[in-house]
Structure formats: structure tokens, C-alpha cells
């Protein structure tokens, strides 16, 4: 019988999380960045291999939320928590082994699905220390960015796994639009080339995408919360959206697979974090009520 599930993985900000699902899916769907919070929504990558499909969630960071943004992003992963077959439970290796899932996400009992503690980061830390883990603790060690322990992990997460037949095509890597990728990957450009507030303040919206045009014709708009931050990613004479612009574009082409041209804009949207309307605008889900 096929083992097949939703495979959430969870954590605080910058643990790795977008790196392993970029690992186990094989290609990269989840943007990455040394800021931490650069996961906003959850993302879907996908694995079939042999009798194993893993829908695997990329969920953004669990922290303590300081405005609507954040609190959307909070229930964002504490739903993704709720809808798991089974939970990656990932920490920085070089921190120690981390407190429960329960405390670290301040829940006031464990999920129903089993969980996975992993620590990521293997390859920064020495091997007597890693021996030095009890063996019954159930934690295994990996490196998303070498690849290092990562079969034994899927091995694991497989067997955890409901029996089921596959809930995908086969040759399905994600169940996001195309649409969606290409403003991550503007705004991880954004993030990488940017510093300090601006890369928080920042949303990406694709209105424009025309197959049919040769090159794909993409309109981008990078929406930020002040004339200020519009002006640092325009740059003189327009200096600063040509970078972005321009390595955005190798991106994109290299994800779609084709020659792309790649229309940026700027716009203010003043204070979108804080405002429910713009959130929902952006594809989040504002919370209402008291948040978890």
C-alpha cells in the first residue's frame, strides 16, 4: 500500500526550514535568506519517490507576533500544525537540543500528529557533540544545505506516513501557481540586496503575466510602506530597480524554463502590515479575534 500526507515543518525563523523543503523536493520553490521571517505564507514542494508522496509545508517562523502581519503568519503555521499527517520539527543544531514543539509554540498541548525533532545545521557542529545525544531521544541530525542525513530523514518521515494512494500527479513538484513563485523571487532579490527595515516592508505583487508574448511578459509591483523605502529600492536615476530587476529576471528564467522580461514597479502602500484590507489584498489571512 502507498504512504502518502501533508508533511509540516516547523520551527523558529532561520532554522533552515526553507532549505529542506528546497532539498527533498529537489528544486527550489521556497525563497531563502540570512533575515530571518522571510517566509511569509506557507509554501508547497512535493516528493514522490517509490511508494512515498510527501506534500511537504513550509511554514513561516514561529515567533511572537508584534503586529497584524506576524499574527497572520503565526496562524499560518499553527494551521499548517492542525492539517499535518506528520510534523518536521526542525532546530539549529549549533543551539542544542530545543525545548518541546508545545513550548516552543506556545500550545498548550502537543499536535496530534507525530512528531520529528531534527537538528539542522550538522555540518557546523563536531561529531563528539552530536554522539553526546542520548539515543532515545528520537532526534536525528541533517545539513539542509549539504544534503548530509537527509535520506535517512525522508526514510523516517515515510514510515510516519498514513497508508494512502498519492493525493498528486506524480510529476507534480507544487500545487502553487507560477504567479506565486515569481513574486517570492522578486522579493527574496529584494531581501538579498536590501538591508535594515526596507526588505520587511516590502510585498510583491504579479499583475501581469502573458504567455504568449516572446519573451514571457511579466509586470511585477514591489509595494512598500513609505516614500522613503520607494525611493531606496528605485536608487538614483534608477540604478537600484535595475539590479533588482535584472537578477529577479535570471531567476525567473531559470524557474520557468524561458526568456522572460521583467516589468518592475514601486508603489506606497502606506502602513499594508498593519491593515487587514491590504494584508487580504496580499494573499493573507488577517487574524480576527484573539490570535493563539
Known amino acids: 500500500m502507498p504512504k502518502a500526507g501533508i508533511v ?8 533552515g526550514k526553507s ?3 528546497n532539498r527533498i523536493v529537489g528544486q527550489k520553490l521556497s525563497i ?54 506528520v510534523i518536521v520539527y526542525l532546530a539549529d543544531a549549533t543551539e542544542g537540543t530545543p525545548p518541546p514543539l508545545n513550548v516552543a509554540a506556545e500550545l498548550p498541548s502537543l499536535p496530534r500528529a507525530p512528531i520529528v525533532t531534527v537538528l539542522n545545521k550538522s555540518d557546523a557542529v563536531p561529531t563528539a557533540r552530536r554522539e553526546m545525544t542520548p539515543t532515545d531521544a528520537g532526534v536525528m541530525y541533517v545539513s539542509a ?17 498514513p497508508d494512502s494512494p498519492f493525493l498528486y500527479p506524480e510529476d507534480e513538484i507544487s500545487t502553487q501557481p507560477v504567479r506565486f513563485f515569481v513574486a517570492e523571487l522578486v522579493r527574496e532579490t529584494v531581501l538579498e ?12 505583487q504579479v499583475e501581469e503575466y502573458r504567455e504568449e508574448r516572446s519573451p514571457l511578459y511579466i509586470r511585477a509591483v514591489i509595494y512598500v510602506e513609505r516614500d522613503s523605502q520607494k525611493a531606496i529600492i528605485i536608487g538614483s536615476k534608477g540604478a537600484q530597480i535595475r539590479r533588482l530587476g535584472e537578477a529577479a529576471r535570471k531567476k525567473i528564467e531559470s524557474f520557468v524554463g524561458s526568456k522572460v522580461y521583467l516589468d518592475l514597479w514601486v508603489k506606497v502602500l502606506a502602513n499594508w502590515r498593519k491593515n487587514p484590507g491590504s494584508l487580504s489584498r496580499f494573499g493573507y489571512q488577517p487574524v480576527t479575534g484573539k490570535s493563539k
Do not use: C, F, W
Not at 506534500?55 to 515567533?63: C, E, N, S, Y
Not at 544545505?145 to 506516513?161: H, K, V, W
Not at 535594515?196 to 510585498?203: F, R
Open 193 to 204: 540586496q536590501l538591508h535594515d527595515e526596507v526588505p520587511y516592508s516590502v510585498a510583491v
Open 32 to 85: 531563502t535568506s540570512p533575515k530571518p521571517q522571510s517566509t511569509r505564507d506557507r509554501i508547497v514542494g512535493i516528493n514522490s519517490t517509490g511508494e512515498a508522496q510527501m506534500v511537504i509545508l513550509d511554514t513561516p517562523g514561529l515567533l511572537n507576533p508584534r503586529y497584524p502581519l506576524q499574527q497572520a503568519m503565526r496562524q499560518t503555521a499553527l494551521r499548517a500544525l492542525d492539517d499535518a499527517d
Open 8 to 15: 509540516t515543518v516547523v520551527g523558529k525563523p532561520n532554522v
Open 19 to 21: 532549505t529542506l523543503l
Open 145 to 161: 544545505l549539504t544534503g548530509d542525513g537527509i535520506p535517512e530523514l525522508m526514510q523516517r518521515i515515510a514510515q510516519e506516513l
